[in-house]
């Protein structure tokens, strides 16, 4: 190893074909895919349909965007779809001033006004984030397990307090940021986009950011390099639950209706969404890039089955093979990582 | 060779063997030899290649080239199975027993007595039983290990070693975790089982017990193989010349020392269990030093000594169980490593790649981590501009060789990394710098730049501790010497003037003649 005359960075010089692919991966298979559905079925090419996709993704791009932030500190979380149900329906009760007249539909409805509900979902949501970021840092209780109980805590609340039936009808100011457009584009996804690019400048251009990639790359390294690990962890948590809460104000907003089952199965979604777009498992390792990238490959997947007519059961198949294969395609990654 | 005199060929016979790394000759045609009932003294400081010759004795390796011979006849061990077929068991440090199995499943642990498809409880007690009447084990064998002290469960891995049909069992460091009766009782256990023919290889790090209980030693150092003997025919002090006696010529001993009589850290009485309520478990005794502005500390000790967990502790990444921590002559409270940096302290611990890096990071994000308040522009945006500038003055300060700061800190060289992450130290400007095994796994001539900017630090005013398994290196830049043993201070000495033969004398002797 008596290379003090050669400078050992020379090798790195090198073009290292494979970490380019590997960065790139998600967007160049996105564009095969959209190449694919465009050949075999024009309507996919559209912009009606493109914006639709966009839309269709936006809110489980809101949760991902929280979710990679929970999962580049190796950490994970099942609860987003339950925490979305509870959250939604608090926002509709808050919208609708109260639990009575449930159903009544249109610009007559009499609550609260969409700010506060807004509110209301979000504080929901940073809360509902906050207790499981406490469970998983004080308690010591495994980031799996608190969020598996969430999942079910979560529902059930949603369950409770709609005791069974949706809360439906609000006024237009409240569904315009689920249904409305600005020119073109849907209001969904312009809330995506925007908050996309706040949490990329989050991750790569402020200290937290920063911390939050040493401790998921490294979190002995982190402790001994003087960063708080334990708030850092807890406060993705909460980032998570800021994102379920405007995701479901959003959500309800486009239906014009909240109720307990919604969001039912997001957590698979949204946790494909991230890792597909190049966010390892393992932590440490991923960008809001390749997660929005990720998103809309899978809303264009979806929709492209649709459009195809193949059955939901078996996009639900395709879905979760896919989810194998990225984690299968990141541990390869790591395992070359680690040799370099 | 000592059972050469008469023809009988040794029981076990190593002949030549060598063993390389990639940028690493761990052995180099190494000889060794144990003959039959003969319990074997195994020497050499930490890195000397010991664990790598055992490993090829174990079959957990194969050698390069060389050969192994039981009863004059050659054998090859493809695996740890094949070796301990032929009768060789090696026992670890670290106990292979499934806690919650009782002493016979141990024992039986992969061999299980019985039918083809029955496991036969009836049949493998009874064996235990035996075996453990043999070596003086006083429990049932349906006991569960987990319950058993540590001295117990070490007799538990003898049984399974006999259980095996051993001819050699190799130990490990059978002591490090014993008390004295303890150790009384292991010696009654291995002369018994010289008795019936049984060698043992005995590795330790005491060389008192050598003299107590072995017949015959090898020393090894730096991969080659530098003496064997009779221990009746040697002396402490010969066995200690053999281990350290390296050429150092690569090492210039420091010219002029910078030290201050301005204390900048002082330690009293730090004492640290391992396990709270276990008040047996001993990490620190009693440690107190102090180290000035400007000095360069050397804390010297074998591994386990308690060096590094007298750094971690100061350092607020262990938990202490009792002293003091005095900075600038003030006692101060350190719970976690951010309350040391706020205190000036930093420390560049042992293990680079687990402890102080991150890998897939780039050399930038590195080097800053430490130091976000000095490049934190409004609203607690890191400023790039300011943070490149940064890099780029401890780039040229200390030498880094990268190709930009955006490289990933994992490709560089260890010499590199090592230097980033003391870049990362000197980014917080600390008062009191504890570096850990600060050259491990670096080539030679990082090594001496490390060195150089250790010694430059000071000069600018800095404490600096160094803790490091080669006492060249200790020799070569320490001011004054703090030695350790056992999680005690054992000794300390004026840095200029102290010889590795003391050194090893204050860190391996049980009673040291100076104190």
Redesign the interface.
């Known amino acids: 190893m008596s290379t003090t005359g050669l400078p050992p960075s020379t090798r790195d010089t090198s073009f290292d074909a494979f970490g380019f692919i590997a960065r790139f991966a998600p967007l160049i298979f996105l564009l095969v895919l959209m190449a694919i559905f465009a050949i075999m079925e024009p309507r996919f090419l559209s912009s009606i349909n493109l914006f639709n996709v966009m839309r269709q993704v936006s809110i489980t791009g809101l949760l991902a965007i929280g979710m990679t932030f929970v999962i580049l500190t190796a950490g994970i979380d099942l609860s987003v779809g339950s925490l979305l149900a509870f959250a939604g329906l608090v926002a509709a009760a808050v919208a609708k001033g109260g639990m009575q007249d449930r159903f009544t539909v249109g610009d007559d409805a009499v609550g609260y006004g969409w700010p506060l509900a807004a509110l209301a979902a979000i504080i929901v949501g940073l809360i509902g984030g906050y207790l499981q970021g406490f469970s998983i840092t004080r308690l010591k209780v495994p980031p799996f397990v608190v969020t598996l109980g969430g999942m079910s805590v979560f529902r059930g609340a949603a369950l409770l307090f709609a005791a069974g039936g949706p809360i439906s009808g609000f006024d237009k100011a409240f569904t315009w940021w689920g249904q409305g457009k600005i020119g073109p584009v849907p209001v969904p996804v312009i809330i995506f986009l925007v908050a996309a690019a706040i949490a990329h400048v989050v991750l790569r251009y402020m200290r937290f950011g920063r911390r939050v990639y040493a401790v998921g790359g490294n979190p002995e390294a982190a402790r001994l390099s003087g960063l708080n690990v334990n708030a850092i962890i807890c406060s993705v948590y909460v980032i998570m639950g800021f994102f379920a809460g405007l995701g479901a104000f959003v959500l309800s907003a486009r239906l014009n209706s909240a109720e307990a089952v919604a969001g039912t199965g997001y957590e698979l979604t949204v946790i494909a969404s991230v890792v597909i777009g190049g966010t390892s498992l393992f932590g440490g390792v991923g960008t809001i890039f390749g997660t929005v990238i990720g998103t809309i490959l899978i809303g264009v997947l979806l929709n492209g089955l649709v459009l195809m007519n193949v059955s939901s059961y078996i996009q639900q198949i395709i879905i979760g093979v896919i989810i194998v294969l990225a984690v299968a395609f990141d541990t390869f990654a790591k395992s070359r990582r680690k040799r370099g | 060779m000592q059972t050469s005199s008469d023809d009988v060929p040794p029981l076990l016979r190593m002949t030549g063997i060598s063993k390389s790394f990639p940028?690493?000759k761990a052995l180099e045609n190494v000889d060794f030899a144990v003959g039959t009932g003969e319990i074997h003294a195994f020497l050499g400081e930490n890195g000397a290649g010991k664990s790598t010759l055992l490993k090829i004795l174990s079959g957990a390796q194969a050698p390069d080239s060389g050969t192994i011979a039981l009863d004059g006849k050659p054998v090859v061990f493809a695996t740890p199975q094949e070796a301990q077929r032929s009768g060789i068991v090696t026992i670890y440090q670290e106990f292979t027993l499934a806690p919650d199995m009782s002493i016979a499943e141990n024992v039986f642990v992969g061999r299980e007595l019985g039918s083809r498809f029955f496991v036969s409880h009836r049949q493998m007690e009874e064996e235990t039983r035996k075996l453990s009447k043999r070596i003086g084990l006083d429990r049932g064998p349906a006991t569960r290990v987990r319950d058993m002290a540590v001295a117990e469960q070490q007799m538990v891995e003898i049984a399974r070693a006999l259980s095996m049909k051993s001819r050699i069992i190799v130990m490990d460091e059978p002591t490090s975790a014993l008390s004295r009766s303890e150790v009384e009782k292991l010696y009654a256990i291995i002369r018994a089982l010289k008795a019936d023919g049984i060698s043992t290889i005995f590795v330790t790090h005491r060389l008192d017990e050598v003299f107590e209980i072995c017949d015959s030693f090898t020393v090894l150092r730096d991969g080659h193989h530098v003496g064997q003997g009779r221990v009746a025919d040697t002396s402490i002090e010969g066995i200690i010349r053999m281990m350290v006696g390296r050429d150092v010529g690569l090492l210039a001993h420091r010219q002029d020392s910078s030290a201050t009589a301005e204390v900048a850290l002082e330690v009293r009485n730090l004492t640290r269990r391992r396990k709270a309520t276990d008040a047996s478990a001993i990490e620190l005794h009693d440690v107190s030093f102090s180290v000035h502005k400007g000095e360069i500390l050397g804390i010297a000790g074998l591994v386990g000594a308690g060096r590094t967990e007298s750094a971690r502790a100061i350092?607020g990444?262990d938990r202490l169980d009792s002293g003091e921590v005095l900075v600038g002559g003030r006692a101060v409270a350190i719970a976690?490593?951010?309350d040391?940096?706020a205190h000036g302290i930093g420390?560049v611990?042992e293990d680079r790649k687990?402890?102080?890096?991150?890998?897939?990071?780039a050399i930038r994000?590195n080097l800053s981590?430490?130091a976000?308040d000095r490049i934190?522009g409004w609203?607690?945006?890191?400023n790039?501009r300011r943070e490149k500038d940064l890099v780029e003055d401890y780039r040229r300060k200390l030498n880094i060789?990268?190709?930009s700061d955006e490289?990933?800190v994992?490709?560089?060289?260890?010499g590199?990394q090592q230097k980033v992450v003391l870049a990362?130290w000197l980014a917080l400007r600390p008062g009191v710098l504890i570096v850990d095994e600060p050259t491990r796994g670096i080539?030679?001539?990082?090594k001496v730049e490390v060195h150089n900017l250790l010694i430059e630090m000071a000069r600018e005013g800095i404490a600096i501790i160094v803790i490091s398994s080669e006492l060249p290196e200790i020799l070569a830049l320490a001011d004054r010497i703090v030695t350790m043993r056992e999680g005690r201070v054992t000794g300390n000495v004026p840095g200029p003037g102290a010889t590795q033969e003391q050194l090893m004398t204050l860190m391996t002797l049980s009673k040291p003649k100076a104190a």
């Not at chain 2, 609203?379 to 890191?382: D, K, P, Q, Y």
């Open positions: 940028g690493v350092f990444a976690s490593p951010a040391a940096i420390l611990p687990q402890q102080a890096l991150f890998l897939g990071l994000t981590m430490a976000h934190t609203g607690s945006f890191i790039v060789r990268m190709t490289q990933l994992g490709n560089l060289s260890g590199n990362r080539d030679v001539g990082a």
